[in-house]
């Protein structure tokens, strides 16, 4: 996989990503949600912190903010790292699987941090209002926005049955997680490594090198 595939794939995952985060921010209120199919509904939420909403300042004796700030630089490093990951494995002409999976997994990465830094300085609220771009009232300043997501799918929304201990008469929701795009791309790409590893992390491919591909 050359280069320029590469960087078509995460141009067209990111392209997908950001449209679809603006559009939700700048067509629904917060907390809103519209059914496409019984088990599929668009649900906007927000994250401000890490995966399952989790956040620094819950585990750690820190302010939220400061929290917040740790976990965008993070995210940065963490985004340089795979660009980096990415980049070796193509100038070493890794296999085709390897490549695909890394691009998948930067083009996501890349997708949130976009939201963490930029979107707390591009809209306004979301809470009880529709945001505006380019709001002259942001909710937030650079490093400080939040992560859209709005895929959600209760594919199963029922009651535990009452002989089943500790868990009799709750109720249980299958698929529970809200995500975007962003986050499809790297669980994809983390499931791809993890089912094709061998293939993935196999021998280098024969053939010329990316550099020197059409």
Known sequence: MSLKK???????????????KVYIKTHFVLGESVDVLSWFKILFIENSGAAWGAKLSDFLPISESIGKLILTVFRLFAVAGIGYWLYDTIQKNSSRTLILAVSLIFAGALGNIIDSVFYGILFNDSTGEV??????EPYGSLFYGKVVDMLYFPMINT????????????????????????????????????????????????????????
């Open 6 to 20: 590469s960087l078509l794939l995460i141009s067209i995952v990111l392209i997908i990503d950001q449209l679809s």
């Open 131 to 136: 945001a505006t771009l380019f709001s002259n």
């Open 159 to 214: 009651t535990w049955p009452e002989w089943v201990p500790y868990l009799g008469g709750n109720s249980f929701r299958f698929f529970e997680p809200v995500f975007n795009i962003a986050d499809t791309a790297i669980s994809t790409g983390v499931g791809i490594l993890l089912v094709f590893n061998k293939k993935a992390f196999g021998k280098k491919e024969e053939g010329t090198r990316p550099s020197e591909e059409a």
